[in-house]
Nanobody, 126 residues
C-alpha cells in the first residue's frame, strides 16, 4: 500500500511559478513510475508529466513542454513538478499518481495506475 500526499498548490498570477510536491509512504517508491495529472472544473482529468523509476526519462504533455519540469528524489520518496509561466487555463486540481513498474507511455494514458493522491488546487489568476 502506498499513500500519496500532494502539497505546494495555491494562488499565483499568470506568468508565475509554483512547485508541487508529492510525498509517498512505503519503502518501494523507486519501484513506481510516477506521474502528474490535472483536472479542471467540468473537464476530464488529463496527463501532465511522467518520470521513470530512476528519474532518467521523462515525458510531458505538449501543452507544458518547456515550462514544466518533473523530477524525483527516491531517497526522500518524493516527486516534484516545477511549473513556470503558468496560464489561467491551467487552473485545476493537480494529482500525482503511481504505477508499479510501468512505462511512461502507459502513464500518459492512465494505464496501470495503482495509487492517486488527494490532489492540490492550483489557481492561476489573470
Amino acid at each position: 500500500q502506498v499513500q500519496l500526499v500532494e502539497s505546494g498548490g495555491g494562488l499565483v498570477e499568470a506568468g508565475g511559478s509554483l512547485r508541487l510536491s508529492c510525498a509517498a509512504s512505503g519503502r518501494t517508491f523507486s519501484s513506481y513510475t510516477m506521474g502528474w495529472f490535472r483536472q479542471a472544473p467540468g473537464k476530464e482529468r488529463e496527463f501532465v508529466a511522467a518520470i521513470s523509476l530512476n528519474g532518467g526519462s521523462t515525458k510531458y504533455a505538449d501543452s507544458v513542454k518547456g515550462r514544466f519540469t518533473i523530477s524525483r528524489d527516491n531517497a526522500k520518496n518524493t516527486v516534484y513538478l516545477q511549473m513556470n509561466s503558468l496560464k489561467p487555463e491551467e487552473t485545476a486540481v493537480y494529482y500525482c499518481a503511481a504505477a508499479y513498474g510501468g512505462t511512461l507511455t502507459a502513464m500518459t494514458m492512465m494505464r496501470g495506475i495503482m495509487y492517486w493522491g488527494q490532489g492540490t488546487q492550483v489557481t492561476v489568476s489573470s
